[in-house]
């Protein structure tokens, strides 16, 4: 079966961190960009950053920049989101998403469908 599969979301407090996982499973993460994504209740989804499928590139949404980080472990089929300096505004369900590309389109963070898999998300919760 081809999917993603996110984990390490859970509560944690302002100015705490997380490290997200993205796993795939059925196919190679080596010819796919990966995009990371959140969407909070009632809010539409937010394009959060996109990796290149070699990791050379990066595109960051104004609001994570200097503060998230992703990383691709191809040994383990698995892309991480490391989020530093996290905000009460950071709360949401994460989501990461694969497209067969090497690079980012330029619409990365607003063209949904153009992907070809999504993970079921996990949720991550800033609050003290």
């Known amino acids: 079966q081809l999917q993603l599969v996110e984990s390490g979301g859970g509560l944690v407090q302002p100015g705490g961190s997380l490290r997200l996982s993205c796993a795939a499973s059925?196919?190679?993460?080596?010819?796919?960009?990966i995009g990371w994504f959140r969407q909070a209740p009632g809010k539409e989804r937010e394009g959060v950053l996109c990796i290149s499928s070699s990791s050379s590139r990066t595109n960051y949404a104004d609001s994570v920049k200097g503060r998230f980080t992703t990383s691709r472990d191809n040994a383990k089929n698995t892309v991480y989101l490391q989020m530093n300096s996290l905000k009460p505004e950071d709360t949401a369900v994460y989501y990461c998403?694969?497209?067969?590309?090497?690079?980012?389109?330029?619409?990365?963070?607003?063209?949904?469908?153009?992907?070809?898999?999504w993970g079921q998300g996990t949720q991550v919760t800033v609050s003290s």
């Open positions: 059925g196919f190679t993460l080596d010819y796919y960009t």
């Open positions: 998403a694969a497209k067969r590309r090497p690079q980012c389109s330029s619409s990365w963070s607003r063209l949904f469908i153009d992907y070809d898999y």
